[in-house]
Structure formats: C-alpha cells, structure tokens
C-alpha cells in the first residue's frame, strides 16, 4: 500500500509539472500570436516603484508629473492597464517612464519603430521567449542593487587556489599519494567554511544577483538575434558595445537546494568549487567598476520590455496616434480628431481645433471632467512614450499640471479648500515660470458661491498673462460672462425623452444654457414635495 501512495504521489507531481510546462509554453504561444493579455498579477505598487524612486534623484533635471495630477488622472490604474510587461524590470521602466514628459523626439521615435517591430509576428517569435525566459521575480531589488554600496570580498581572486586546489589533491591521490586525502578533505572544509560564512553577509542580495545575472545572459541573447530592423540593430549594436565593456557572464547563484539527486549533487559540488563566492564577487568588482554601463544594460533590456507592452496595448484600440508637436510662436492651441479617454469601455470620441483656454460648462454627468482628462492624458502619453489616444493630436511640449480630486488631510489638518488653494497656487508658480497646460475641474468648488467666483474669476485672469493653455471644467456659468474675453467657451448639454435624462457627450461650442440636478433628483425617485421645492427655489433665485 505504502509503494502505492508513493507512485501515486510521484505521479501527481510529474503530471503538474508537465501541466505546468503546457500552460507556460501555451501562454507564450498566445502572447506571440498576439493574443490579448491581460494582467493576471495582483496589482501590487511597491513591486515597481523602486526604479521610479530611485531616479527621482539621478533624475532631477527631468520634468516630472507631480502626484496631484498623478493620481487626478489616475495613472497607476492606467499603468496597471498598460503592464503586460514579460519582465520585473520591463514593469518598472514603464512605470517610471510615465511618470516624466521630457523625452527628446529621437527616443520618442524610436520606441514608435520598436512598436511596430512587435506588430509584426516573425520579430515577436524571436523577441518574446528571451523576454519570457528572464520572466518576473517579485521584489528582485535590481534597481537598488546597482545603485548601493555592496559588500565586497576582498582578494577573493585567491579562492581561485582553493578551487583548482580539489583538482590538484585529487589527483595525487589517483596517482596514489594516499597523503592527498588528508589534505583534500582540509582543502573541501575550508571551502565549505568560507562558501557559508560569505554567503551569510550576501543572502539579503542574492535574489537580486540572480536576477542581474539573468538579465545579462538575456542582454547577450538579444543581441545575437538577426531582425531586419535597422533601429533594432542600431539597438543592439549600442547594447553589445556595453556588454562589452563589462566582458563578464554570471551564472545563476544556488538557491535552497531541492529537486533530484542530481541536481543536490552540483549544488553540492559548486559549494566546494566556491562559484557562488567567487561569482558574487567578480560580479561586485564589475558592478563597481562599471556602475554605469550595468545600469545602461538593465536600461536596455528594460526598454525593450516597455516597447513590447505598450505596443500590445494600443492594439486594444481602434483609433491612436503619433502627436505633431508644435514650435514656433503662434502655439498656444490644441488640435485634436477623435480624442477619447483610454480607460473607459465605450469612450464617446470629439474633435475640436484651435483650442486655447477654455472653459468647459455643462450640466451634471455630461462628461466635462472625462473630456479634460482625456486631453491632459493625450499630453502626457504624448511626451513620454510618444502617441496619442485620438485619430490626430497636436500641441506644444510642455509641463502638464491638474487640480482635480482634491481630498481633505485630516493628518495634517488641512480642509478641503487649503489643499486645492495651495495646489492652484503651485500651477500659478509654474506658470509664471514657463509654458505649461493646465487642468482645473470645478475650481474653488471648497467655498461658498459669492468668494468662489469672484476668486475664481480673478486666478483665471490672472493665468491668462502668461503664455500657457488653462481649461477649466466648472458648473460656474457666470465665469464664461466674466472671462469671455480670456477664454473660449465650449459646453456639453443634454435632452430629455420621456422623462429620461439622455448624455450624448458631445463638445460643443459656446456656454451652457441647461441645467439638471432637479431633473436627476426626480430621476433617481426623489420624493416629489423635493423636486418640487427645489425647483420653486431656483426660479425665485432667477428671477
């Protein structure tokens, strides 16, 4: 009975695997073919903001999306759209790649070509496996391994002597000097000695020296691919001259050692060969000595990674674009056909050109603050990964700032309105500064009416001065008299049938003249003595 159990249990165990096996190569199969994927790791923001972190220093000249308009225009819950990355360091280049707008026209242009390298199924077959191979490893540290001070072993080049030493006695002892033995069995103590006392101070770092010694043989492999491209080759070319440069391969550290006797059996043997010590080491001293260019290599390979995500990505849609960017004087205008916003399922597209300032009213639920973040989303993917989710889009490169989903700090006591004061007053400072497009949903909606428009109408004036484009979306009809000569005025309306409120989501030129929060209350079963008071109430203020 007890054989039984064991044979059922070895069973089971080479059916997952080979199950597994399937599974892996069937997904390969599919990301090759193009199929669509679809992110099936828990979202987790810590796993990749790292290389975002880290840079924000080596970074500093790089302008940046600050976090108010980060989290107005949802970035991460796009990202987490976006990240069909095949590697941990694929992910974390995307993600910090979005965060900055001041990529020149050359990266920009490459990553296009490299978008449409990936449409093309043959160059996917040759790309994608290499990519899939080096695959995710959750928190691998990578980023921060090369940037940190790292233990060294010092003179570890001597532990060459004790390695070939075990080749030496053994030997002698075939020879028949039975004196070897003795000095063997020394020679093996030391070894496995100084393998667990140096493995003991780089363990916290071993994930990640793994992981960096995959991505290099991974660096090798693509650069030995034969794809008709020239920017791919320019790419490899650029790619090789760094692996040059450092001129080292690692192998693959030991982990806990399981699996078949066999497999104990080299992790035993690399143990007493000191590979781990002496390949850790050799990969610090390299590390150290070419900081620079091992960063470039992860860099690289990253790049590539993004390419290929983002190229999947945009398959998803019927309608993208390459953004024009605008020079010259007469630039403060937008031109946009068929703009739409990325992460909704049925997105209603417009077209207007020669969009200045603007105010954008409307009544409730119209689609004024989608319409606003579509355009600031159009700006920022513009910059850094270089389309446009329209049919065509124009603009001048600039800085993209928001005020949107102010919340209340209850941390550090501050109400609603102190926070969306003091982030108006940033995008003032940013302004007087340089050019800059900016959005602001429901200015001031903090204070009562009286101050919020006559504060509003004077910050809005005041932004006018400079040479930058402000689109507000407000409930505020009053601001579009009072600013007419500052700002062009565009509105989203809706109709009426059978009681029912319709939204086409249409821009449309000109102020609103509707409004619909009576009507939505009685639609949504308000009893009627409300909607009636409610509505007795505005014809009196009107009047």
Not at 37 to 53: I, P, S, T
Not at 500 to 528: H, M, P, Q, V, W
Request: include cysteine; proline fraction near 1%.
């Amino acid at each position: 009975m007890e054989y039984v159990l064991i044979f059922l249990i070895i069973l089971a165990i080479c059916i997952y695997t080979i199950s597994n096996k399937g599974s892996r190569k069937d997904r390969l199969e599919d990301i090759i073919n193009g199929v669509a994927q679809k992110n099936d790791r828990r979202f987790e923001l810590e796993k990749v903001g790292d290389l975002y972190e880290l840079s924000i220093g080596e970074c500093a000249f790089r302008e940046c999306v600050d976090k108010m308009t980060w989290n107005d225009l949802e970035m991460d819950k796009l990202f987490s759209k976006m990240n069909i990355a095949l590697t941990s360091i694929g992910s974390e280049y995307l993600y910090r790649e979005l965060h900055y707008i001041d990529n020149d026209s050359d990266i920009l242009e490459r990553r296009n070509i490299f978008y449409r390298m990936f449409e093309i199924a043959d160059n996917r077959k040759k790309i994608i496996p290499l990519l899939y191979r080096l695959g995710k490893s959750d928190y691998n540290g990578v980023s921060l391994f090369l940037r940190r001070e790292l233990y060294k072993v010092k003179n570890y080049k001597y532990f060459y002597i004790l390695r070939y030493s075990n080749f030496l006695f053994l030997l002698l002892i075939i020879l028949g000097h039975s004196f070897a033995v003795l000095f063997l069995i020394i020679n093996v103590g030391i070894n496995i000695l100084i393998h667990y006392s140096i493995r003991y101070q780089i363990k916290g770092d071993l994930v990640s020296a793994n992981y960096y010694a995959r991505i290099i043989r991974t660096a090798k492999n693509i650069v030995k691919l034969d794809i008709e491209n020239e920017e791919f080759v320019n790419y490899q070319k650029e790619l090789k001259h760094l692996i040059d440069t450092i001129g080292s391969s690692y192998s693959i550290f030991i982990g806990e050692i399981v699996g078949s006797d066999a497999d104990v059996f080299i992790e035993y043997l690399k143990i007493i060969l000191l590979v781990d010590v002496i390949n850790y080491s050799k990969m610090v001293y390299d590390i150290e000595e070419h900081r620079e260019i091992a960063k470039s290599i992860v860099d690289k390979v990253s790049e590539l990674d993004m390419c290929f995500c983002v190229s999947a990505y945009k398959s998803n849609f019927d309608e993208v674009s390459i953004p024009n960017f605008k020079t010259g004087d007469a630039v403060n205008v937008i031109d946009f056909e068929n703009i739409y916003h990325p992460l909704m399922e049925a997105p209603v597209k417009n077209s207007q050109a020669g969009m200045k300032s603007a105010i954008i009213t409307g009544s409730n639920a119209t689609g004024k603050s989608t319409f606003i973040k579509s355009i600031a989303l159009s700006c920022i993917i513009s910059q850094n990964l270089g389309f446009a989710f329209a049919a065509t889009f124009e603009f001048k490169r600039a800085k993209v700032m928001s005020s949107m989903t102010i919340r209340d700090n209850i941390e550090e006591k501050e109400s609603y309105f102190i926070r969306e004061i003091k982030n108006l007053k940033t995008i003032i400072t940013s302004v007087e500064q340089g050019f800059a497009i900016v959005f602001i949903d429901e200015i001031l909606r903090g204070t009562n009416t009286v101050e919020r428009i006559s504060a509003s109408e004077a910050i809005l004036k005041y932004l006018s001065k400079f040479d930058s484009i402000v689109i507000v979306a407000s409930h505020d009809i009053e601001l579009t008299r009072l600013l007419s000569k500052y700002y062009q005025n565009y509105h989203f309306s809706e109709t009426y049938e059978d009681g029912d409120i319709k939204f086409d989501y249409k821009l449309k030129s000109g102020a609103t003249t509707t409004r619909n929060a009576i009507k939505l209350l009685e639609s949504l079963g308000f009893a009627s003595e409300i909607v009636e008071n409610a509505g007795k109430n505005v014809r009196h203020t009107l009047d």
